[in-house]
């Protein structure tokens, strides 16, 4: 039965749209299977990259290091009966991506009566289908036309999760997607979805070996723009030709690269939007670095660098910075109002706050006008008088060896030291000790289980080591010169 709530056929799984968790199914090849009945575990794979159906296309989950996160699984995940959560038969104690670009699990089978019956259909070659549950993120949309859907568009998740893992009597369709189970324990998840143009035809079309499956995928290319033909009336530049061999992987790293360095140029200059549009579009991080730049310049034109006030001549003069200095530094401006009120008005014009501050306009005289000039020139018998160095105390022949030093001793500053907070804590002290110590310790105890009327328990120990403590030795060594000895304060000995 179709899932009624999968999305209509005929187009596109759009960036951003809701999805659900999918299943997918694997038969368990008799020649592998080789159940451990003293362990009760059996090593099984249950996904592998072969294209699968969707509503939306051809759908391929990538084996690729990092692509699979697989910690449900590995952290206690369940085996089911019919993805039914309420049928547990056993728990997932590894799963990882193999050599051969196949998901593995080792599954162990549990005690009861589901359990032991489940282990017996494996070994049998009775129970042979396997389903698991994910959940796919991030996908590479691979179209022969990216403006038009077509049933051979090829999806690759490059991200996906792994749920659990269970046996199954009849493969379902897998076109039918999230069984009721799954909408029941999850909720929609929104993806992320890259379209790009496909340079080689697909070989999920043909379908399904596994070897024309990987021919499909070293095909993939990274291209900023569609040399595919165009929709439209004008001609769209062919992309030039890719490389007659090249890592895949390789392309998908440069990929990944590209939208994260994208998505920070976005987070850096508050465009997250931008960003996104340059990613789906296809374009090089360094196109997207220009386009960041453009709309920024677009912005600073419009925002003044400065601002001036309408004052004449007389009030420029008047202005004085340092009444503006000393009143903001003592805070108080009533010596400074002319001052203030120009700080205002600039505030108001760049659309700041001048609250622990204040703004200077940019056209006040504070270089010598022309009247002043000609009388320097005339004083100094025709040329520039020679700018001389003032009074400072920065250096010791300008002023600085006039200032002396106090030292406040009285006033010392003990170090900082940490203090321990375990005694409050209600730490037990062992004082008075002289040898070493062995205290025994209890490592773990005894396993617990639920067992039928009938049914023995089993047999569990508890083990047990020691904690030993031995003394230790605490020093401090530092050396005092005999004019510290001298000279140094009482406090500071």
């Not at 406040?408 to 004082?431: C, H, K, Q, Y």
Request: overall charge negative; charged content about 25%.
């Amino acid at each position: 039965m179709p899932n009624p709530n999968a999305p209509e056929a005929g187009r596109r799984l759009l960036d951003g749209e809701a999805a659900v968790p999918q299943k997918r199914e694997a038969t368990i090849s008799v020649k592998v299977v080789a159940v451990n009945t003293d362990a009760r575990t059996v090593e099984l794979s249950f996904s592998s990259e072969t294209p699968v159906d969707r509503w939306f296309g051809k759908e391929i989950l990538s084996h690729d290091p990092g692509a699979a996160d697989l910690r449900r699984l590995n952290d206690g995940g369940n085996l089911l009966w019919n993805h039914d959560p309420s049928d547990v038969l056993g728990v997932i104690e590894r799963a990882w991506i193999g050599d051969d670009r196949k998901g593995h699990a080792i599954v162990r089978f549990g005690k009861d009566e589901r359990g032991t019956w489940a282990m017996n259909q494996v070994a049998d070659g009775v129970l042979r289908n396997v389903s698991f549950m994910y959940l796919a993120r991030d996908y590479i949309c691979e179209a022969a036309d990216p403006d038009r859907y077509s049933p051979d568009d090829v999806y690759t998740a490059r991200q996906w999760e792994a749920f659990e893992i269970s046996l199954l009597t009849i493969a379902a369709d897998p076109s039918v997607g999230v069984g009721r189970s799954a909408e029941e324990q999850l909720t929609q998840t929104r993806v992320h979805v890259v379209t790009q143009a496909r340079t080689q035809p697909s070989a999920a079309a043909d379908q399904p070996s596994e070897e024309e499956t990987e021919m499909k995928r070293k095909h993939a290319r990274l291209m900023d723009k569609v040399g595919e033909g165009s929709t439209g009336g004008g001609t769209v530049p062919a992309a030039p030709a890719a490389p007659a061999a090249h890592d895949p992987a390789q392309l998908r790293r440069d990929e990944i690269a590209r939208q994260a360095g994208i998505r920070k140029l976005g987070e850096r200059w508050g465009k997250p939007e931008l960003a996104d549009l340059h990613i789906e579009g296809g374009s090089s991080l360094e196109a997207a670095r220009s386009a960041f730049m453009d709309a920024l310049d677009k912005e600073n034109t419009t925002k003044p660098v400065g601002a001036r006030v309408d004052m004449s001549t007389q009030e420029r003069k008047r202005y004085s910075l340092v009444n503006a200095i000393r009143a903001i530094h003592k805070n108080d401006w009533k010596e400074a109002g002319f001052e203030r009120e120009v700080s205002e008005e600039i505030a108001k014009q760049m659309q700041r706050d001048a609250a622990t501050g204040f703004f200077v306009p940019t056209d006040l005289p504070f270089a010598p006008d022309e009247a002043h000039a000609r009388a320097w020139v005339q004083a100094a018998g025709g040329s520039k008088l020679a700018q001389r160095a003032p009074f400072a105390v920065g250096a010791a022949n300008t002023g600085g060896a006039l200032v002396g030093t106090t030292l406040m001793s009285d006033n010392w500053i003990e170090v900082l030291r940490n203090v321990m907070v375990t005694p409050t804590l209600g730490a037990r002290f062992l004082t008075g000790l002289v040898g070493k110590v062995d205290i025994p310790r209890q490592i773990t105890a005894a396993a617990t289980s639920w067992v039928g009327e009938l049914t023995p328990g089993t047999e569990s120990e508890a083990t047990f080591d020691k904690v030993s403590l031995s003394p230790k030795n605490i020093t401090s060594w530092g050396v005092i010169s005999r004019l510290m000895m001298l000279q140094s304060t009482p406090l500071s000995r």
